[in-house]
C-alpha cells in the first residue's frame, strides 16, 4: 500500500523576537543569512526532498505545497537550521494524517571544497546527500508501520477530508484530543468508525479531491519551474562561495583559538602578579578580530561573478510562497479564475469546490 506524501516549502529558521514575533533581522546579520536566498533555498530544498522520496519508488503521489494546509497521508516538515555553500543543516519532521508527529531527526553535510574542480560535478548538486538521508530516513519509517496501519492512515485521511467539506455530517466519524509526545503538544485526530464505501456524501466527497489533487498537481509544474528558474543562479553561488566558507570557517577557528589562548596567557598574568600591559593588549586586539567578524555575506555582494546570480535569487526569494499568474479552473461547467500565491490560490480553489459542495448538497 503506497501513502501520499505532502512537503510543505521548509520553514527558512529566521531567528524570532520573543516580544515581538517576527523575524529578529539583527541577530538575521550577526548570523550572516541573506533573507532572499534562504526563502529561496526553503523551496528548492522542499523541492529537492520530494525528488530524492521519489526516487525510493515507495510511495504514492509526492507533493511539494505551500503550507500544511493540504490532504496527505504523511507530511515532512523541514526547517534550514544552517546553509552556507559548505555546510548544510536540516531538521526534519515527519507527522502522518493523524496529526500525530512519529519522529524528528537533524541532518547534516559537509560539501569538500574541491567538489566543484570535479568537472564531472559542475551540473551536480553538492547538497544532495543530505536529501538522499533524509528520504531513506522517511523510507524507514514507512517500513516499520505494518498494512493495517497504513490503511488506517489512509482512513484517516479521507475522513478528515470530508469533515472539512461536510462537519456535521462526517463529525461521528472523527474525535480529537490534545497529546503531548516528547515535549511537543498536537491534536490528534481518532478514527472511530469509516462510511460506508457507497455513502453517497462520501462518494461526492471523492470528487471534490480529485479536483484538489488536480490543483496540487498543477502545482508541482510551477515548482518544477522555479527550481529549473534557480538552478543555474544557486549553482553558480554555491560554486563562488564555496572557497569563501572554506575560508571564513578557518578564519573563525583560528580566531577562536587564539582568543582562548590570549585569555589564558592573560589570566596567568594576572595569577602571576605581571604587571607588563603586552599580554592584555594581545588580549585585545584579538578581541577586536573577533569583533570584526568577516561575513560571507559581504563576500558574495562584492563578486562580480555573482551579480546577475544575486539578481535572480532576490528576485526569486522576495517570499516563502510561489507568485503564481492567474488562471482559471473550471469544475461542474462553473468557471472561477484563481488570483494570488500559490497559498492563496489553492485556498481559494477549495473555497469554490466547497461551495459547489454545499449547492449540490441543498439542491439535493
Known amino acids: 500500500m503506497y501513502l501520499d506524501v505532502a512537503i510543505p516549502v521548509f520553514n527558512p529558521g529566521f531567528p524570532i523576537d520573543d516580544d515581538t514575533g517576527h523575524v529578529d533581522y539583527q541577530e ?16 528548492r530544498f522542499a523541492v529537492e526532498t520530494k525528488q530524492a522520496l521519489a526516487k525510493t519508488k515507495a510511495f504514492g503521489s509526492v507533493s511539494v505545497v505551500p503550507n500544511a494546509n493540504t490532504s496527505a497521508d504523511l507530511y515532512v516538515l523541514g526547517t534550514v ?9 536540516l531538521e526534519v519532521t515527519v507527522v502522518d494524517s493523524s496529526g500525530e508527529p512519529i519522529d524528528t531527526e537533524d541532518f547534516e553535510h559537509q560539501v569538500s571544497e ?43 485521511t479521507l475522513v478528515r477530508y470530508a469533515h472539512y467539506y461536510a462537519p456535521d455530517a462526517f463529525a461521528g466519524y472523527l474525535s480529537q484530543q490534545l497529546e503531548s509526545k516528547r515535549g ?66 578557518e578564519a573563525r577557528s583560528e580566531r577562536n583559538t587564539k582568543a582562548v589562548i590570549g585569555a589564558l ?4 598574568a594576572l595569577a602571576l602578579g605581571n604587571n607588563s600591559t603586552s599580554t592584555s593588549t594581545a588580549v585585545a586586539k584579538t578581541a577586536g578580530a573577533l569583533g570584526s567578524a568577516w561575513l560571507l555575506k559581504d563576500a558574495y555582494q562584492a563578486n562580480e561573478n555573482l551579480r546577475v546570480a544575486s539578481a535572480v535569487i532576490d528576485e526569486m526569494g522576495q517570499g516563502l510562497d510561489l507568485t503564481l499568474s492567474p488562471q482559471v479552473m473550471e469544475f461542474n461547467e462553473q468557471e472561477v479564475e484563481l488570483t494570488g500565491t500559490a497559498a492563496e490560490q489553492y485556498e481559494q480553489w477549495k473555497a469554490h469546490l466547497r461551495k459547489m459542495y454545499q449547492l449540490e448538497s441543498s439542491a439535493n
Open 114 to 156: 574541491s567538489f566543484f574542480r570535479d568537472a564531472m560535478n559542475q551540473d551536480k548538486d553538492p547538497y544532495e546527500p543530505v536529501f538522499v538521508e533524509v528520504a531513506d530516513y522517511v523510507y524507514e519509517l514507512l517500513t516499520d508501520m505494518s498494512e493495517q496501519q497504513k490503511q488506517q492512515l489512509k482512513n484517516t
Open 81 to 89: 537550521l544552517h546553509s552556507d555553500s559548505e555546510f548544510i543543516r
Open 265 to 268: 596567557g592573560f589570566i596567568a
Open 184 to 249: 511537543t503538544q498536537f491534536y490528534k485526530y481518532e478514527l472511530n468508525a469509516m462510511p460506508a464505501e457507497n455513502d453517497p456524501m462520501l462518494q461526492r466527497i471523492e470528487v471534490l479531491r480529485n479536483q484538489d489533487m488536480l490543483f496540487v498537481d498543477r502545482l508541482q509544474d510551477q515548482f518544477a519551474v522555479f527550481q529549473q528558474t534557480t538552478n543555474g543562479p544557486y549553482r553558480k553561488w554555491q560554486r563562488e562561495t564555496l572557497p569563501e566558507a572554506v575560508r571564513a570557517r
Open 28 to 43: 538575521l546579520d550577526e548570523l550572516d543569512i541573506w533573507p532572499q536566498l534562504r526563502r529561496a533555498e526553503a523551496k
